[in-house]
């Protein structure tokens, strides 16, 4: 059987007891109406940057979506509408997006991934999050058996999360439309560490290009670059920033960062929380360890399980709560293994 470490950036995970390559859209309905005709467990695996599977594998039907293709449907007045296949991989995209005259995706620039794994995590970066450029998202319905397209409304979209992710299973993203701005000015900057690498105020517009540099440059100083030549493994951010009610963030130190969301709870930074509570840059714990660049990304350092991984994010997450009373959410997908 084929090891799933092959397909994930953190290059863990057992065997499946069986995969396939969905090359269009087309075969991976097929794909997902034969596994569940079946009665077959499925795992969608799109680029595998965002997800970690137990050492014991997944005993069911793994599909890897492979699908490409755009389409490109300029109008002056609406920008730019483009469909684009859930199997691409994102940053390529926001590259092309770019060359071709296009803004808006500038910040998310460097994220790894599929543009089918973008909505259900609604990826965000440098102050911006995928669903402001969202139209629709194209699905296959497994409890219907058809298809179904969300226009952004429906998609429910908050940070890090949507109705894809709060309905594990339920939708098959098929492609993603996008509605971009054709200019040469990025959006407004609205994240400080951004500013300060472009040497601009908050609210300033920057070329796009520019922009996708600068932020390039910041992942790559955080190791958040999975491509990067002789790079540890990694799956980016392994913890979503925490959003706490007013009376918990109020019980923070001064200092910990702060900014308010317009249903009027506050995020904090998890990277802060890790490091004023112990956890420091390149901890290790047998082949797993916290990145020598940034807390929130763990590593493996070539010869890790997933259980060195997990046992590794949970050490760090109780210290946390032991200092702060905050439980530590994962942004990664959890295959067969959990923080709990």
Not at 249 to 271: C, F, H, M, N, V
Request: neutral net charge; hydrophobic residues 40%.
């Amino acid at each position: 059987m084929e090891q799933l470490s092959s397909f994930t950036t953190l290059r863990v995970g057992g065997p499946a007891r069986k995969i396939v390559h969905a090359h269009s859209e087309a075969e991976l309905i097929e794909f997902v109406k034969a596994a569940d005709s079946a009665k077959e467990p499925i795992l969608i695996l799109g680029g595998g940057s965002n997800l970690l599977i137990s050492d014991a594998g997944f005993a069911g039907t793994v599909i890897r979506v492979e699908s490409k293709g755009n389409t490109l449907d300029y109008d002056a007045c609406s920008g730019g509408m483009i469909e684009v296949s859930a199997g691409e991989d994102w940053d390529k995209f926001v590259e092309i997006s770019i060359e071709k005259g296009f803004a808006d995706l500038e910040s998310l620039s460097g994220i790894p991934g599929t543009v089918g794994g973008a909505p259900i995590q609604n990826i965000g970066a440098y102050g911006h999050e995928v669903s402001e450029t969202i139209a629709r998202v194209k699905t296959y319905d497994r409890s219907k058996g058809e298809v179904k397209t969300f226009t952004n409304t429906e998609c429910k979209f908050s940070y890090r999360n949507s109705i894809f992710k709060e309905q594990p299973g339920k939708y098959v993203i098929l492609s993603v439309t996008f509605q971009l701005r054709k200019g040469a000015q990025s959006l407004p900057i609205t994240y400080a560490e951004l500013a300060k690498q472009l040497s601009v105020n908050i609210g300033d517009r920057v070329e796009v290009i520019k922009v996708r540099e600068a932020v390039l440059k910041l992942r790559a100083s955080k190791g958040m670059l999975i491509n990067l030549e002789n790079e540890i493994n990694s799956a980016g951010s392994f913890f979503v920033n925490p959003i706490l009610s007013k009376s918990v963030a109020e019980k923070l130190p001064a200092d910990a960062p702060r900014w308010p969301q317009s249903d009027g709870k506050i995020k904090t930074s998890a990277a802060w929380l890790m490091e004023h509570s112990g956890v420091v840059k390149g901890e290790k714990l047998a082949g797993a360890q916290i990145s020598n660049k940034h807390v929130l990304a763990l590593t493996n350092s070539g010869d890790a399980t997933a259980e060195d991984i997990i046992e590794l994010a949970k050490r760090a997450r109780k210290k946390v709560y032991e200092k702060f009373g905050i439980k530590l959410e994962a942004e990664v997908q959890l295959v067969g293994v959990n923080l709990d």
